[in-house]
């Protein structure tokens, strides 16, 4: 990563905005955003369904062009680039969390953990071990020949964030980490993340709509009806 002036930021969001057709009509998803993001910082990104707080985390994550405004990070126009220079950008820059876990059902474990490194160029054996070291970190050692499947939520959340650090990307975006798990394993998933900025120093950007969880970031981006405030 280049060094970062005193006055540049990690993440820059400038006037953004993105609409869809609607039909006859036009949604406003997200309505001139700007805020930014520091290197280092775990930010949450607060809203109810359908605030535009998805839209923007995949704005962020190099996935979906805003209609308007520039996404800039480590002072790279991240929309300025081609397709292909893009993906490269977010294979190195970018790990991202889904959701609804994306886990391939037919591959094990270890292989889900790997795939974010078959166009990296790395050897098989690297790719091995830096997949079973990431294993180790979120604590799933003995799952690495498991399908999915035969995992529980929590488990399999593990296994997403796994594959989304492997390539030890200083961003990790995180969509409701914890909106499938109970309680417990929500507790054990936030523990993890917070590990992961505090002592690994990834800068977490992570969408919930549940104030417990915001708790574990250090600042709170609310967004309603496409736009944002902060705390």
Excluded: W
């Excluded at 830096?130 to 035969?150: C, F, I, S, W, Y």
């Excluded at 650090?165 to 523990?191: C, F, K, Q, W, Y």
């Excluded at 969408?207 to 967004?223: A, D, L, Q």
């Amino acid at each position: 990563m280049n060094s970062q002036q005193q006055d540049t930021h990690l993440i820059e969001v400038k006037d953004i905005s993105k609409q869809y057709p609607n039909g006859d009509s036009i949604v406003h998803a997200i309505q001139h955003m700007n805020f930014y993001i520091d290197d280092g910082e775990f930010v949450t990104v607060m809203g109810q369904s359908g605030s535009g707080k998805s839209t923007l985390l995949s704005i962020l994550g190099g996935l979906n062009h805003p209609t308007d405004g520039r996404v800039l990070i480590d002072t790279l126009d991240i929309y300025n680039l081609t397709i292909e220079q893009r993906a490269d950008f977010r294979s190195e820059y970018i790990g991202i969390i889904f959701q609804s876990f994306q886990l391939i059902p037919y591959l094990t474990v270890l292989e889900n953990v790997k795939l974010p490194m078959a166009i990296t160029g790395i050897s098989a054996q690297q790719q091995e071990e830096m997949a079973l070291a990431v294993l180790e970190k979120v604590g799933l050692t003995n799952k690495g020949d498991r399908l999915p499947d035969q995992l529980s939520g929590g488990e399999q959340e593990r296994v997403a964030i796994a594959r989304a650090i492997v390539n030890r990307p200083p961003i990790l975006l995180a969509d409701e980490p914890t909106g499938n798990l109970d309680s417990d394993n929500a507790a054990g998933i936030m523990n993890l993340l917070e590990q992961l900025n505090k002592k690994e120093g990834q800068t977490i950007i992570m969408v919930t709509h549940n104030p417990e969880i915001s708790k574990y970031s250090g600042r709170v981006i609310f967004v309603k009806d496409g736009i944002c405030t902060e705390q």
